[in-house]
């Protein structure tokens, strides 16, 4: 098989990584600490060794690179990641240097929006909300199969829309924001402040939900609830025929998207009710949309180079 892409995703705690046959879907797959304790500079070394690795074991014609933050993906700066410690980083001009071949950047999130959008579970919809919920929450847009950035490349930030109360500090420097509340990083930590009892999972919580222990019935549904605050806002203001829910919620089954259909309904005036639905791609939905990002790029410079513009037209 003739590998043309690598592509890496980038975490606070690992980073993803594989690659690609010629049509951009990923073959093999890997992941390497990120090392975020010990400084902006030892991640990006380690994200430029994990590259190096994929490079010489791979050969390929060109990398994706997908990070969270603010990401602006026209200048290849990462605007703002703070859980890397990252601040106006031209990452996309660093790979490039390191591998000697075109690069692209993305979000984390819109890349995993396109991965789904192509792959998984945003196929045959136009228009569609790609919402992972796990640390945080985040959301992007798909309109024809591109994720709106945003004049400012902050689109999405569907978790830091405030609820009137009940969440408290956020680390964006806010407060009562969406997922504070709503993300599974919220459900075991507000399960644990009830209960006193730790190291309990957003997972385990919905389980003992179903089981019927008050405390996690509790925080489950005001969980979903906050939720279906924000996705109701997001249908009235996009109106997308879907959302597709990713993260490790979206592997919860009925006992999460049943209860979160139905509050969101609840909510809609006159907005269709859009189709709820998990996503398809979990945890390598970034790391395919990186790569699908490498497979564009390489695509279009191929066609110029078949197609070079005549003198008169430059």
């Known amino acids: 098989m003739t590998v043309t892409t690598i592509a890496l995703d980038v975490g606070g705690t690992y980073i993803k990584g594989g690659a690609t046959g010629p049509d951009g879907t990923l073959r093999t797959t890997g992941r390497w600490p990120t090392l975020a304790d010990r400084g902006p500079d030892a991640v990006l070394d380690s994200v430029l060794a994990a590259a190096a690795e994929l490079a010489e074991r791979h050969r390929p014609a060109a990398a994706g690179i997908a990070v969270p933050g603010i990401v602006d993906e026209a200048t290849g700066v990462c605007l703002l990641a703070a859980n890397l410690g990252w601040r106006g980083l031209a990452v996309r001009e660093r790979l490039t240097e390191a591998l000697g071949i075109p690069v692209a950047l993305g979000h984390d999130v819109r890349a995993g929006g396109l991965a789904e959008a192509r792959l998984g579970a945003g196929r045959g919809s136009r228009n569609f909300l790609f919402v992972p919920v796990g ?14 950035a945003g004049s400012h490349s902050t689109a999405g930030e569907l978790g830091h829309l405030p609820l009137l109360a009940g969440g408290g500090a956020c680390p964006c420097g806010g407060r009562n ?43 489950w549904h005001t969980a979903i609830e906050a939720l279906a605050e924000g996705l109701a806002a997001a249908t009235t203001l996009f109106d997308p025929e879907r959302i597709v829910i990713g993260g490790g919620l979206a592997r919860a089954g009925e006992r999460y998207f049943g ?17 709820i639905v998990p996503a398809e791609l979990g945890h390598h939905a970034g790391c395919q949309g990186a790569a699908l990002l490498a497979t564009d790029l390489l695509a279009v410079r191929t066609a110029r180079q078949a197609h070079p513009r005549s003198p008169s037209c430059r």
Do not use: N, Q
């Open 135 to 148: 640390t945080g929450v985040a959301a992007a847009l798909m309109i024809g199969g591109r994720a709106l």
């Open 259 to 275: 209860p979160l259909r139905a509050a969101v309904a609840e909510r809609l005036a006159f907005p269709r009710t859009p189709e």
């Open 177 to 219: 924001c969406l997922e504070t509340v709503a993300s599974a990083a919220a459900i075991a930590r507000h399960y644990a402040a009830d209960t006193g009892e730790r190291d309990v999972t957003a997972k385990e919580v919905g389980e003992r939900a179903a089981a019927g222990d008050r405390s996690a019935v509790a925080v």
